[in-house]
């Protein structure tokens, strides 16, 4: 597992560097744009400005603010008992020092995924809509794929990347709606430049207009790359944790299958969840872009490690299903890997769970998680009232009738 560790931190080191010296040379190429023949100069001294706040917010504060982004909240164990039983199971099976602090997202989509700042400082987020969909076995699996994020030392890169990757996206966007804004307006002051440096400004600026373009991509492009290879990792350090390969495929195929869009993620934090937050587009040819590896591609590897739940296994399965001899695992991992049989499992008595029961079970836990009441007008329309409001009547949105309004309460 060191060996892991150590070459997922390498990994994490030259992407941050890589990402950062795109950002550098953004900067450069937009000041040479803006103020030839020294602005270069000023624009890496912005970038690189830029690119030291931001990490040091994504350093001590990154994971409170993905947090708040998702919405989530804290929740204590009286909320959701199996899931903090879940959580201590995984994380004495991953020798963590601490345990992480669990989050609760009021998302009929079903999705979870991890943050932090190192192992000890950590956090695990789930939606109420995975917690109403999964069995145990299937929510064990979820957790230690977000577990082995953490043990990984995958979840500062995440926050780190994300950071540097959304701040290259807004100076180009800037820069490129700025050219829009004030496109036809600087042919009125070229009247005193000569000939040629006309000529230089609109080569510095038609580079900078590209690099503008290409930088945002190519940042992206290898970020997802890295992305998508770390979760093949987690899913083979998440089935080595459970024992159980086939709990977390089946939670894979439930999560994939649900068809729904998490409300609160963005192009940002899209690939710190455990599968695709957006609807998936099959047939696009953008498919290249996706912040995750095929679902369909990750449960057919776990559905294929016969014989065993430790890496070697995974490591055949997953060069059987893809065809490729790209090796996630380091060799010498893999020659000190220990054989480790798929535990035996009794299967759950299958439950017919209607979308009523799934919206109730959600409903319960959002009023637990948020303290909202829910206030049931005459004519059948249910309101949610949050815990902080404040007048003493609602009016229905539907018969318009007014109603006392109740005190939020558990």
Not at 146 to 173: K, P, Q
Not at 322 to 349: C, F, H, M, N, Y
Request: aromatic content about 8%.
């Amino acid at each position: 597992m060191w060996e892991i560790i150590a070459a997922n931190k390498r990994k994490s080191f030259f992407l941050f560097i890589g990402m950062g010296l795109c950002l550098l040379v953004l900067g450069y190429v937009i000041g040479a744009a803006f103020l030839p023949p020294d602005g270069g100069v000023g624009g890496i001294s912005i970038a690189l400005i830029i690119w030291t706040v931001l990490s040091l917010i994504s350093f001590f504060s990154g994971d409170q603010i993905l947090l708040a982004t998702s919405r989530a909240k804290e929740v204590s164990r009286d909320v959701h008992p199996q899931l903090f039983n879940i959580v201590e199971e995984m994380k004495i099976a991953a020798n963590l020092t601490a345990m992480p602090k669990i989050y609760m997202m009021d998302e009929a989509a079903p999705n979870a995924f991890a943050t932090g700042r190192k192992p000890g400082r950590s956090v695990v987020a789930v939606t109420t809509g995975l917690l109403s969909r999964l069995n145990r076995d299937e929510l064990q699996g979820v957790i230690a794929h977000e577990i082995s994020h953490i043990l990984n030392r995958d979840i500062l890169f995440m926050t780190f990347a994300g950071v540097m990757l959304g701040s290259i996206v807004l100076i180009a966007d800037v820069f490129l709606r700025g050219q829009y804004y004030s496109l036809g307006s600087s042919r009125r002051y070229r009247s005193g430049d000569s000939r040629t440096s006309a000529q230089a400004q609109a080569v510095l600026l038609l580079i900078a207009i590209f690099f503008a373009i290409l930088a945002p991509l190519a940042a992206r492009l290898l970020y997802l790359a890295i992305s998508r290879r770390r979760e093949y990792l987690a899913d083979a350090s998440g089935a080595r944790l459970t024992r159980y390969p086939e709990g977390l495929a089946s939670a894979l195929e439930k999560i994939s299958q649900a068809g729904l869009e998490l409300r609160s993620a963005n192009k940002v934090t899209a690939p710190m969840y455990i599968v695709n937050p957006f609807k998936a587009r099959s047939a696009s040819f953008l498919s290249f872009l996706s912040t995750h590896p095929p679902a369909e591609e990750r449960i057919k590897i776990l559905r294929s490690m016969a014989g065993g739940a430790g890496y070697l296994n995974y490591q055949k399965a997953f060069t059987q299903v893809t065809g490729t001899s790209a090796r996630l695992i380091p060799s010498r991992e893999l020659q000190d890997a220990k054989e480790i049989p798929i535990k035996s499992v009794t299967p759950e008595p299958l439950r017919k769970r209607s979308i009523r029961d799934e919206a109730r079970e959600i409903g319960d836990l959002t009023r637990a998680v948020y303290r909202y009441a829910f206030l049931t007008c005459s004519c059948g329309l249910k309101i949610k009232v949050p815990p902080d409001f404040k007048r003493p009547t609602i009016i229905c949105p539907r018969c318009w009738r007014t109603l006392n309004s109740p005190f939020a309460s558990v």
